[in-house]
């Protein structure tokens, strides 16, 4: 079990296909190889979506504040299996009892901390929150599984 303090964004990019403006994992601390990890989301003012989410009252979609948590959960991923981007894509499949309870505004840190609950037959199943503040935001279950990725 190997357990690192800090996920660097240069490493992120590395791990993931996601880029801007759809990366929304600026960097990851508490890496435990196979069972957790917390990503690190710095919400700004100006993130694409604020203009229309909404005009006078800007507040973090929570379905991107989901993708924040899949996104988390495949960094976690793709260092417990060491996967090679090159060849192989982690692919969200699901979501379970998501619950919003605060919205996600420009300043807020979002810090979400995400477990694997199971992992079988190459579909990890996680547990994971969005907090501010150390206020949880949002939660929800959620899986994913990886396949090489098409030419």
Do not use: W
Not at 29 to 54: L, R
Not at 102 to 118: C, I, K, T, W, Y
Request: glycine share 6%; hydrophobic share 45%; with cysteine.
């Amino acid at each position: 079990m190997t357990e690192q303090a800090e996920i660097t964004p240069d490493e992120i990019l590395r791990r993931l296909p996601h880029r801007f403006p759809f990366l929304l994992v600026d960097r990851a601390v508490d890496y435990v190889e196979g069972q957790s990890i917390t990503g690190i989301k710095c919400v700004s003012a100006a993130d694409p979506y604020f203009p229309g989410h909404f005009p006078d009252n800007p507040v973090m979609p929570g379905v991107l504040v989901i993708e924040a948590l899949a996104q988390t959960g495949a960094i976690l991923m793709s260092k417990t299996l060491n996967a090679d981007i090159a060849n192989t894509v982690i692919y969200f499949m699901g979501v379970e009892n998501a619950r919003f309870r605060r919205p996600v505004r420009p300043g807020d840190v979002l810090e979400m901390p995400v477990q694997v609950v199971a992992s079988r037959r190459g579909v990890f199943k996680f547990k994971g929150e969005a907090r501010v503040n150390g206020v949880r935001c949002a939660d929800a279950e959620f899986s994913a599984t990886s396949a090489q990725r098409q030419a």
